[in-house]
T-cell receptor, first 111, second 116 residues
């Protein structure tokens, strides 16, 4: 089983749609959680951290459920520019920090 | 925010040659840098952790004699792919953690290596 699992997609949605991505992680000792965005042939860029209380940044809302070891990202009012791959990222401290990346979920937003 | 640069951004080389990739933290010091490799449609896979002033720590399955890492200063880490083969063709990305905000990793723009 992969340490961080995501639905690879692709998700094809029209502009203005709401889309949700899910991610599960296997190590209950994981401490920090993030969503990164990666455009084609580019490096990943931090989209937002994920906190237990849930957090929102504009059109983006992230949720963490530690009991279920589950993370989600909700994008409202999708824009064409949201088209990218969204990476679920988990950081563990097991005798040293280790960052685990999910394989990513591809999103295509169409006009 | 913090900036990490990589050089070159892309390289094409013949099989059997060695390729050096540089990773620099431009406006902060990084005692630790991470080297990742990403194949098409796959996740980033950590290859090794580069430590300034000491030996790199390699992940399981990564050949340390093939992927030479040197962390010469607090702002520079290099990855040398020795005797490159076509299966080494990939997107290599470095990153460095910053002190603040906590846990943030800053990524370089990546180096696309194609071995013919």
């Amino acid at each position: 089983r992969k340490e961080v699992e995501q639905d690879p997609g692709p998700f094809n949605v029209p502009e203005g749609a709401t889309v949700a991505f899910n991610c599960t992680y296997s190590n209950s000792a994981s401490q920090s959680f993030f969503w990164y965005r990666q455009d084609c042939r580019k490096e990943p860029k931090l989209l937002m951290s994920v906190y237990s209380s849930g957090n929102e940044d504009g059109r983006f809302t992230a949720q963490l459920n530690r009991a279920s070891q589950y993370i989600s990202l909700l994008i409202r009012d999708s824009k064409l520019s949201d088209s990218a791959t969204y990476l679920c990222v988990v950081r563990q401290n097991t005798g040293g920090f280790k960052t685990i990346f999910g394989a990513g979920t591809r999103l295509f937003v169409k006009a | 925010g913090a900036v990490v640069s990589q050089h070159p951004s892309w390289v094409i080389c013949k099989s059997g040659t060695s390729v050096k990739i540089e990773c620099r933290s431009l406006d902060f010091q990084a005692t630790t840098m991470f080297w990742y490799r990403q194949f098409p449609k796959q996740s980033l896979m950590l290859m090794a952790t580069s430590n300034e002033g000491s030996k790199a720590t390699y992940e399981q399955g990564v050949e340390k004699d093939k992927f030479l890492i040197n962390h010469a200063s607090l702002t520079l880490s290099t990855l040398t792919v020795t005797s490159a083969h076509p299966e080494d063709s990939s997107f290599y990305i470095c990153s460095a953690p910053d002190v603040a905000p906590r846990d943030t990793q800053y990524f370089g723009p990546g180096t696309r290596l194609t071995v013919l």
